[in-house]
Structure formats: structure tokens, C-alpha cells
């Protein structure tokens, strides 16, 4: 579903991503897991081009996004692929960043409207579907602030699925959130394998990590170190710096 | 600066495109004839040459402009202008001639046209009644002295070595400030303080005679030598028929006319006049509407505009975002009075020739505008990143997001700097008086002088500023209020 092969992506002299290369399966739930200041969140704003890399590429959905040292593309066709590319994935801000001035229902249906010029009932009819889904059924009025941070993730994960987008990414979902909301997220996240989206969720978190994802990608230094089955990451590391973290982690819980 | 500067940098700009556009036009008693209506510029806070309540003139100026009107078979039409700016407009062609009460001098000669005098008048001095050391203008060195700002007065004085010169928009002002013992004496036109001491002002008494010999003159534009001719023509026939004495016995005789008779009833300016209030209503209605009109429109006008700019400030194309920021560097960067003047008084030099009303709300919308675009671009750039990146990665074009997203949130931010705008606004409207608009802050400097009552007419005034505001406030109060649950966002 999705390749990422050499990507580079540089801020003047720091390199944020270093060559890195992985593959994402379809309508699975991938975690990329790696220490702070990774790398992992800029990749994840780069496979929806809210971030443009210089080198590499990443094959999405059938979609080809070039690094812009290789073929810097025109402001049309920049455009174009932005469209494409966000027309397949969606996103979760870790901080969720849902629309103060629309209530949960609001928030759900200004995309399908606004992008896909839907009509308002049928909007409405999608967003109420979704919401239900996350369990936020009698929650539809409120607005952003008088939700609390749970159920403000649940809107921002119906805001996305809203849009019925192929891929959906989470950045760093359990860290606003208290440690009990943690594993109720993971179950919401599990809850929605029958919807066959393709989730990417980047996380520090390894304990959430091993108990949602299908397949886990080990990220440091601006690149994927290993990549393979939860049991197989958790259970049997191959290479250093992933035991590294992993003995780290255990020594620490 | 004094206005007067100001205008003076201006016009020296526009100077050779009028001198261009001059050659081209129709004659000036042409014009007259054409238009069937002799259109006099006059300062109507001056009684008693003229004064003014709403659109009914008069005094002196304002029976002689009528009477020369009359012999040239036209329509006389007064234009009111603050004496600030009342040359410039002349020649920006605002009006066919100047008929108040200004003296002939050399300098005013070198750059407009003088009708023959039609009147004699010096300068003379007013005191206190309480005072004796001051008997004329010898006795004025290291007093303070007020006087009507760019009259005959004030240059006078500024030769005479150690005396203070207290500069006043309109003569009512100086002799109140007197009153108060804050200026040691006030010089103006013999009449008009003989007047004023008789009629209103009666704690100041005349001191002497006149110490200056000048003659009164009407004034036109450096191309209207043929209207000059014809109303010297018809100043002749007035003296020779007798109705130039009339009208001067009227103003000027034992018993003066009384245009102020109501100051003269109200015994004196010390105190609050109710009935003066109620006599003046309407006219203090009119300015009050004047300047609720100008305001909201510069509000109402400038609020697309100001938004415009801020989007283009914001948005990444420096093709916008250069000429938007130096659209409101310049603005804000210039005074609101520099810009009234320039619209009005340097742009027909460019073939641009607005009436006063136009000209006053364009300088007011452009100038809220570019306040108001700051306002939109601060509120624009205090929502959060986060919000335009939620609302791209759904695959909102960044003209949908803006649409739908940021801006809803920037009008609820901005609201209460948005009321502070309308406010000023309301308030800086006041400048448009220098173009001649009878606006609320004009209409009191009007009413004040002709009936020698400013301690009644301004706090009036000011609380008619303070009902004005009132609405404005209770509007966004009104929205604050309904967009609260999401406020807390």
C-alpha cells in the first residue's frame, strides 16, 4: 500500500530523514516506533505532503510523490498531486486540532461539504455514521471545549474518516491523552479492522505498540533500523539499536 | 505643523498640473453664468461677517454675497469651510469666491486675487473689564495673546517681539479662553470684537482704537480675472444705490443686528443654557447624522477592504503581500488630516475633483482600512498553525480553509479590537470639519461661536459623541455574547 524508498529530508544542515526505506501492508495497523526527535513524526507528515522531502520517493496508493531535488514539480502540479495524495490519507493530530468553532457534528461534515461538495444531509448522514462509530453517539452538538480529551480524539479520528480516505495516520495518539484513555484507543483503533483502512500510527509508546499493531517499523536516526511483525520486534530484535531500546525499555518498567 | 503647512507642501506639488488644467478651462465669470449660481466659500463661525446654523447663513458677508449675487443675476450658494483650508479650496474650484472677512495683504495677493475693499477693518485689542495695565499693543510684550489661527491677527502679532501667540481654531474660542483668565488678551477685526464684547462675551471690554488699517477684501482664484471685474462692477453700483450703507447700518450701526440675540438673552457664556439646546436641536440632529453616515461608511467600506489587504498579507505570493504591506505602512504612517487634505485639496490637480462628502468618506475608508487590515492580519495570525494543517490535510484548497476555518475563528478574535476601530473611527470623523463638512464636531465650533455659548454647546456635543458610541458597542456586545460557546474553543 505504501513504499517509501531513500527518502532525505533536510532543514539547512540537520538531516531529519536519512535514506529511510519501508513498506506499509494494506488494511493493516502499522506502528512506527522510535525514541524522541526520530524522525517518526516528520516522516508521517511527509506520506500525507504536508512536509516535501528532497530525495527519494514514496509510492502511495498508487500515487508516485518525488523528492523535490529529483523533479521539483510546478505549482499546478504541486497542487494536484497534494489533492490526490489527501484525497487518500487522512490524519490525527496528536493534539487533534479540531475546529473550536464547530460543534462535533460540524467539525465531521465540513470536509465532505466544503471538498467533496456534498450536499448537507448527505454530510450530515456520514459525519452522524461516524461519529457513532467512535462512540460518540449523543455527542454531535457539542462543541470542541466541552468535550474532553478522549472524545475530542474520537471526533478528530470521525473527522477523518469522514472523508473515507484509504489511509489514515495518527501521530503520536496516546501522549495527550491519560494512561487509562490508553487502552481504550487501542481498542478503538482495533474496532475499526472491518473499515480495511490501512492505519499508520507513529508512537514512542512501546507497550501500546505491541498491543494494537499488525506490523511494527523501528525508527532512529531518520530511518527505518527493522521492520517486521510485533512478536517478531518485540519478540526477537535483530538488529543493536533496536535491542538497545527495547532493553532500555525493560529495564525501565 | 499647522494645516496651513501642510497644505502649503501639497499644493506646491500639484502646482504645475493646475497651472496645465487651468489653461484648458472655461472662464471663470463663464462658469458663473453657465451654472447660474455664484458659489461664496465663507468661515461661518465669525459673526458679525458671518456665522451659521446648519444651512440658514448670515451677517454682513453673507447680506453683501447675497447683494452681489443679485446684481450678477445668479443664485448665491454658501459653501461653509473652516478658514484653515479655505484658500486652497478656493483654488481647487470648491467655490467661485471667498467672501470672509479676510484683509487684503501682500502675501495672500502674490498667489490669489483681490476684489476692490469692501470694507475697513483694523485690528483691535479685548481684555478683561477687570484688567488696566493693557491699553494697547504696546503694552503686550511678554503677554499672551489669542488669536483666530492664520488671520491677519496672528501675523501682526508674530512681528512684535516678546509677545505669545495663542493660535485658535475659531475667534469664540480665544475670547473664552480670555474669559478665564489663561491669555492676557485676545486681537481680532475690530467689528467682530466690538460684537462679541457687546453682545455674548460681556467680562471683556475693547481697549483703545484700532491699531492696524486694513481693508477687507473678496477673494478669488488666480484665473477668475473676469469675475473680479464683474464684482467690482457690481460693488460700485451696491455703494452707489445705497444698499451697501443699508446692509452696513444693519450689521455695523448703533444697533447691530442681533444674530446672536439668544447669547444675548442667555446672559453671558458662564452658564449651561437649556433652552439653548433645544433651540439648536435640529441643526446638532444634522451634524450628528453627518458624522454617523461618514463613520459608518468608512466602516462598512473599509471592513472589505481591510480584509482584503490582510489576506494578501498573509498569503505567501509576494506579488500581493509587498504592495499590501506598503498600502498600509504608507496609511498608517501618515495623519488621517494629511490624507483628508490631499484627497481633497492635491488629487483635482490630477484631474480627480471630488465634492467635499466624497472626498471626506474616501480619506475615512481608506484610512480605516488599513487600521483594520492589521486588525484582520494580528487576528489571522493568532490561530494556531494546527488549524490550517487540519484543515489542508482533509484536502481543503488554502482559499477553503481560509474561508471556512481560519476566518470564522479570526471574526470572533477580532471583534473587540474591531469595536475600538469603529469607535475611533466615530471620533476621527471630527477631521473632516477642515473640508467644510458640517459633521457633529463642526456643527458645535458653528453653534458655539454664534451664540458665544461654548460651556453649553460642547458638553452637549460631547455627549452626543458618547450616544453615538453607544450602539457600536452594544452591537459587539451583542455578537460577543451569541459566539461565546465556542469563544472557549
Not at chain 2, 440675540?261 to 442667555?266: N, V
Request: hydrophobic share 45%; aromatic share 8%.
Amino acid at each position: 500500500m505504501i513504499a517509501v524508498t531513500n527518502v532525505v529530508k533536510t532543514y539547512g544542515s540537520t538531516t531529519v530523514l536519512n535514506r529511510a526505506s519501508f513498506a506499509i501492508a494494506e488494511a493493516q495497523l502499522t506502528t512506527i516506533l522510535g525514541p524522541s526527535g526520530c524522525g517518526k513524526s516528520t516522516m508521517l507528515r511527509c506520506l500525507n505532503r504536508l512536509e516535501r522531502f528532497q530525495e527519494g520517493t514514496i509510492t502511495l496508493a498508487g500515487i508516485e510523490v518525488p523528492g523535490t531535488a529529483h523533479a521539483p514539480l510546478s505549482a499546478a502540479d504541486e497542487r494536484e498531486l497534494v489533492r490526490q495524495v489527501r484525497a487518500r490519507v487522512g490524519i490525527v493530530f496528536q493534539n487533534f486540532n479540531l475546529f473550536p468553532h464547530l460543534t462535533a457534528l460540524g467539525n465531521a461534515m465540513e470536509a465532505p461539504m466544503t471538498v467533496k461538495k456534498m450536499t448537507r444531509t448527505k454530510a450530515e448522514a456520514i459525519a452522524r455514521h461516524y461519529l457513532e462509530r467512535v462512540g460518540l453517539s449523543g455527542k454531535e452538538a457539542l462543541y470542541p471545549a466541552q468535550l474532553s480529551g478522549g472524545q475530542q480524539q474520537r471526533v478528530a479520528i470521525a473527522r477523518a474518516l469522514a472523508m473515507e480516505p484509504d489511509v489514515v495516520l495518527f501521530d503520536e495518539p496516546t501522549s495527550a491523552l491519560d494512561p487509562k484513555l490508553v487502552r481504550e484507543v487501542g481498542t478503538l483503533l482495533r474496532s475499526l479492522d472491518d473499515l480495511r483502512k490501512t492505519l499508520v500510527v507513529v508512537s514512542h509508546d512501546m507497550d501500546f505498540a505491541r498491543a494494537i499493531s499488525d506490523q511494527v517499523i523501528y525508527f532512529e536516526g531518520g530511518r527505518a533500523v527493522e521492520s517486521g511483525t510485533a512478536g517478531e520486534i518485540f519478540g526477537n530484535p535483530q538488529q543493536p539499536e533496536t535491542r538497545a531500546f527495547m532493553a532500555c525499555f525493560q529495564g525501565r518498567s | 505643523m499647522t494645516t496651513r503647512t501642510i497644505l502649503r507642501a501639497l499644493l506646491a506639488a500639484a502646482a504645475v498640473a493646475l497651472l496645465a488644467d487651468q489653461a484648458a478651462a472655461q472662464t471663470a465669470l463663464a462658469r458663473v453664468r453657465t451654472a447660474g449660481q455664484l458659489r461664496i466659500g465663507t468661515d461661518a463661525t465669525y459673526p458679525p461677517f458671518a456665522s451659521a446654523q446648519g444651512g440658514d447663513f448670515s451677517g454682513f458677508d453673507i447680506d453683501l454675497g447675497r447683494a452681489i449675487a443679485r446684481e450678477l443675476g445668479v443664485t448665491p450658494v454658501f459653501v461653509n469651510a473652516s478658514f484653515d483650508g479655505i484658500f486652497p479650496a478656493l483654488q481647487n474650484g470648491s467655490f467661485d469666491v471667498v467672501l470672509s472677512a479676510v484683509t487684503i495683504t501682500a502675501e495672500r495677493r502674490a498667489v490669489l486675487l483681490f476684489s476692490d475693499p469692501y470694507i475697513d477693518a483694523g485690528q483691535l485689542l479685548a481684555v478683561r473689564k477687570d484688567r488696566q495695565d493693557i491699553r494697547g499693543p504696546a503694552d503686550l510684550s511678554g503677554a499672551r495673546v489669542g488669536v483666530q489661527i492664520n488671520t491677519t491677527a496672528q501675523f501682526d502679532l508674530e512681528k512684535r517681539a516678546g509677545v505669545a501667540v495663542a493660535k485658535y481654531n475659531t475667534i469664540d474660542l480665544a475670547l473664552l479662553d480670555l474669559e478665564n483668565g489663561r491669555i492676557d488678551a485676545v486681537v481680532s477685526d475690530a467689528p467682530v470684537l466690538r460684537y462679541m464684547t457687546t453682545l455674548s462675551f460681556k467680562g471683556l471690554k475693547t481697549v483703545g482704537d484700532q491699531f492696524t488699517d486694513e481693508k477687507l477684501g473678496i477673494v478669488l482664484a488666480r484665473d477668475s480675472d473676469d469675475l473680479r471685474r464683474a464684482v467690482n462692477a457690481a460693488l460700485w453700483r451696491l455703494q452707489d444705490s445705497g444698499a451697501y450703507a443699508r446692509v452696513y447700518r444693519q450689521w455695523f450701526g448703533e444697533t447691530p443686528a442681533a444674530t446672536a440675540g439668544p447669547a444675548a438673552d442667555a446672559g453671558g457664556t458662564r452658564l449651561f443654557d437649556p433652552a439653548l439646546v433645544s433651540r439648536t436641536w435640529r441643526f446638532l440632529v444634522r451634524g450628528v447624522w453627518m458624522t454617523a453616515v461618514l463613520a459608518a461608511l468608512g466602516l462598512v467600506l473599509g471592513l472589505p477592504i481591510g480584509l482584503a489587504l490582510a489576506l494578501a498579507r498573509v498569503q505567501p505570493s509576494r506579488l500581493f503581500s509587498i504592495p499590501a504591506g506598503i498600502y498600509v505602512e504608507v496609511v498608517r504612517g501618515t495623519p488621517l488630516l494629511v490624507q483628508i487634505l490631499f484627497i481633497y485639496f492635491v488629487l483635482p490637480a490630477f484631474g480627480v475633483n471630488l465634492p467635499a462628502f466624497t472626498s471626506g468618506a474616501i480619506a475615512l475608508t481608506l484610512n480605516s482600512a488599513a487600521y483594520l487590515a492589521e486588525i484582520f492580519r494580528a487576528g489571522i495570525e493568532s490561530i494556531e498553525t494546527g488549524q490550517m494543517e487540519a484543515a489542508r490535510s482533509l484536502g481543503m484548497t488554502y482559499a477553503q480553509a481560509m474561508r471556512r476555518v481560519i476566518l470564522p475563528q479570526t471574526f470572533r478574535r477580532v471583534l473587540p479590537p474591531l469595536t475600538n476601530e469603529g469607535i475611533a473611527l466615530l471620533k476621527d470623523s471630527s477631521l473632516v470639519s477642515v473640508i467644510g463638512l458640517t459633521e457633529l464636531a463642526r456643527t458645535g465650533q458653528e453653534l458655539a461661536s454664534r451664540y458665544a455659548a461654548p460651556l453649553t454647546i460642547w458638553p452637549v456635543v460631547a455627549l452626543l459623541y458618547l450616544l453615538l458610541t453607544f450602539p457600536l458597542t452594544r452591537v459587539a456586545q451583542e455578537l460577543e455574547r451569541r459566539w461565546r460557546p465556542v469563544a472557549r474553543g
